[in-house]
Structures are given as C-alpha cells and as structure tokens.
C-alpha cells in the first residue's frame, strides 16, 4: 500500500531521514523501532504531509503522493495519530467523533436556514455512527465526558475512534502506548487488531514497547540514524545484532568477545 522511495529530509545540516526506504503492505500491522533520534516520526511526517521531503518520494497505492498536504491525504484515506493525543478539549467523546467526517452540511450556515431537515437528518446519520465506534472500543461509560478529562490511554482510544469515522486505507499510529497502563494498552491493542481483521485497516505504528510490538506487529522495521537497518519478524529483528548495536552500542560479536 505505501512505498517510501530514497527519502531524504533534511533540516539545515541535521539529516533527520537519511535515504529511508521501506514497503508497507496491505492489511498488515507493521512496526516501526529504532533508538531515539533515528528518524521514525519525521519519516511519519514527510508521509503523511506534514514535511515536505528534501528528495525521494512517497506512493500510495502506486500514486505519488510525495507532498500532498494532510487533508489531501486525508480524504484518499491516509490518517495518523500523535504521540501526545490531539482531542478537543472543550467537546465530549461523542462531539470529538462527530467532528471528524469532512463537508458536512452543518458547516454551511446557508444549509442550516434552507435545508435544515437535511443538516439534522446527516447529524443523526453521524451520531449513530459515533456511537457505534464508542461502543467498538468499550468507551460508552465516557461518551458524554468532555475529552480534557480523559486519562492518557482513553485519549489514545478516541484518537484511535477519531480514525474509524471515516474511511482510512491506512493509518499511522505515533506511539499509541506512550503513557497508557498496560490494562488499556491491552484495550488499544485489540481495538487494532479487531480493525485489522475484521475492517481490513492497515497500521503502521511507532512503539518503544517491544511486547506490545511483538505481539501486534509483522513485519517490525528497525530505523537507525535516518534509514532502514533492518526487516523481520519481531524476534527476528530483535535478535539482529546491528539491530542490538543501534539500541545499546554493542552488537553480539563485541559481546562475546568482552
């Protein structure tokens, strides 16, 4: 589904992404590791429109998307999430899902005076479908809760509903599990693997937490200072002694030889 081709992105003299090129496949859950300051996110900007990439470029579907803007993007399906969530503060669970589809009619203050039979008849249509993603991800008991006062993980779990009200092809999840108890990590985990295998979403995702990443993730692609070290399985990777040289600064050779 997407093919990152030679990119590069650079920041005056910091090369962030250094000639990174991978494949994600359709209907897959891969994950994206490496150390700190490996480039994982900005790769994850420069994909999803937020960088413009200084060479190299990115397909969708075999469509060159290298460029669009988010909301380009976003309307052809390609949708991420952040590492610290991004909710409307001010707005419940159920108004922050309702937020999401694009044109409604409501927004058009000319359609609310000559069709407003129309506008509540598409609310309704929407609510009922917000609904539905509350209740998909087990959220119910917080539906009608401004979004500020949601704990970390419940957030990573509306960003996560936020994407579920529209049709995504893919959807690059930042860190899902950054701060988030291993209880309602377990939540988000299956939430994705249920849009996995019974929606047809394809994920790729940027995680420090190697269980989580194991037991979701194949392919798992390591990045080290800017570029693709390494493919695999999760254990595969794990057991790649470059792999183990990037994290820690000390392959297996050097090891047995200490």
Known sequence: MIVVEDVHKHFGGIRAVNGASLTIETG???GLIGPNGAGKTTLF?????????????VLLDGEDITGLTPHELFAKGLL?????AHE???????????MVPANQSGESLVSTWLS??????????????ADEVIDFLQISHVA?????????????????????????????L??????????????????????NKERGYTFCMI???????????????????GSVLARGTAEEVKNNEEVIEAYLGTGLKNKAAS
């Open 207 to 225: 995680e420090h937490d190697m269980e989580f990443i194991s037991r979701l993730c194949d392919p798992v692609i390591c990045m080290a200072e």
């Open 28 to 30: 897959s859950i891969t």
């Open 174 to 195: 930042d860190e899902v599990g950054a701060g988030v108890n291993r209880t309602l990590l377990n939540t988000i985990g299956d939430a994705i693997v249920r849009l």
């Open 80 to 84: 991420r999430t952040f590492q610290i």
């Open 45 to 57: 900007n420069v994909i999803a429109g937020l960088h413009k990439p200084t060479s190299g470029r």
């Open 144 to 172: 009608d809760e401004l979004a500020g006062n949601l704990s970390g993980g419940q957030k990573k779990l509306l960003e996560l509903g936020r994407t579920m009200m529209v049709d995504a092809k893919i959807v690059f």
């Open 88 to 98: 409307f503060s001010t707005l419940t669970v159920r108004d922050n899902l309702m």
């Open 116 to 129: 407003p039979s129309r506008v509540r008849a598409e609310e309704d249509k929407i609510r009922e479908r």
